[in-house]
């Protein structure tokens, strides 16, 4: 099996891609508040339950089509909300609210170095719950201004999340290890004919074709039934290396 190589998958993908870039352009213009900038996040955020949902519906989120899609869809989305969090007002900075934030989130768990999509998905997903409860549990949750202050900072928090993902995408080195570990959370997530999840990798190798396109397969053997499947995803910015 081939990333991409599906064409209903590379319809659907390219439908939905389309999709948000549509819902991400008016948030463009930038925002005067943080609130608005919040508001306008969340919506493009909640993308992911439709294409979730499609993608259930067409295919599986647990089958090898299903997940490279997926992928690819959380990908987009995470390039749409860098999109809005760069319209949120300017903010010279809090250094009380940063810290008391920092205290807040100190439970929440780091992401790896190389996250996949959906890492850092839910990595903001948590940071919302814990802003939600940061403000219910403050002394005065009514006070506007304190829940102001305190909105700027949330937003630097994340924008850097999701900024540090952007970029490591745009980067050759960074986005070949991305790549990388984006392989091996497919195996992690795929599910097996026998409904196992628990397929493992055998061997890996990069492969050069005729056209000089580059492959990195993977073989892969079910740990439950025996069942073995060859993997093969496209490396289409493996040249950059020479250059990074």
């Given at each position: 099996?081939?990333?991409?190589?599906?064409?209903?998958v590379r319809r659907m993908v390219e439908r939905e891609k389309e999709n948000i870039q549509r819902i991400t352009e008016p948030f463009r213009k930038g925002f005067k508040t943080s609130r608005e900038c919040?508001?306008?996040?969340?919506?493009?955020?909640?993308?992911?339950?439709?294409?979730?949902?499609?993608?259930?519906?067409?295919?599986?989120?647990?089958?090898?089509?299903?997940?490279?899609?997926?992928?690819?869809?959380?990908?987009?989305?995470?390039?749409?909300?860098?999109e809005v969090l760069k319209g949120r007002p300017e903010y010279a900075g809090d250094e009380e609210a940063e810290k008391e934030l920092a205290e807040a989130f100190a439970n929440i768990p780091p992401i790896?170095?190389?996250?996949?999509?959906?890492?850092?998905?839910?990595?903001?997903?948590?940071?919302?719950?814990?802003?939600?409860?940061?403000?219910?549990?403050?002394?005065?949750?009514?006070?506007?201004?304190?829940?102001?202050?305190?909105?700027?900072?949330?937003?630097?928090?994340?924008?850097?999340?999701?900024?540090?993902?952007?970029?490591?995408?745009?980067?050759?080195?960074?986005?070949?290890?991305?790549?990388?570990?984006?392989?091996?959370?497919?195996?992690?997530?795929?599910?097996?004919?026998?409904?196992?999840?628990?397929?493992?990798?055998?061997?890996?190798?990069?492969?050069?074709?005729?056209?000089?396109?580059?492959?990195?397969?993977?073989?892969?053997?079910?740990?439950?039934?025996?069942?073995?499947?060859?993997?093969?995803?496209?490396?289409?910015?493996?040249?950059?290396?020479?250059?990074?």
């Amino acid at each position: 099996m081939r990333a991409g190589a599906n064409p209903d998958v590379r319809r659907m993908v390219e439908r939905e891609k389309e999709n948000i870039q549509r819902i991400t352009e008016p948030f463009r213009k930038g925002f005067k508040t943080s609130r608005e900038c919040i508001g306008a996040l969340l919506a493009v955020l909640s993308l992911r339950q439709r294409y979730f949902a499609l993608v259930g519906e067409h295919f599986s989120v647990f089958d090898f089509d299903g997940i490279t899609a997926m992928d690819q869809l959380d990908e987009a989305v995470l390039l749409g909300a860098q999109e809005v969090l760069k319209g949120r007002p300017e903010y010279a900075g809090d250094e009380e609210a940063e810290k008391e934030l920092a205290e807040a989130f100190a439970n929440i768990p780091p992401i790896p170095q190389h996250p996949v999509g959906y890492m850092v998905l839910f990595q903001v997903r948590r940071i919302f719950e814990g802003f939600d409860v940061f403000i219910q549990e403050g002394d005065s949750p009514e006070d506007e201004k304190r829940v102001e202050r305190h909105e700027h900072a949330f937003l630097k928090r994340v924008a850097l999340l999701v900024d540090a993902f952007a970029t490591a995408r745009k980067t050759p080195i960074t986005r070949h290890f991305g790549d990388m570990a984006r392989e091996y959370s497919v195996v992690s997530r795929l599910h097996c004919r026998c409904g196992q999840p628990k397929y493992e990798v055998k061997m890996q190798s990069l492969i050069t074709e005729k056209s000089g396109e580059h492959l990195d397969r993977l073989d892969v053997k079910c740990g439950a039934c025996g069942d073995t499947q060859a993997l093969e995803f496209p490396l289409p910015f493996f040249n950059d290396l020479s250059i990074a």
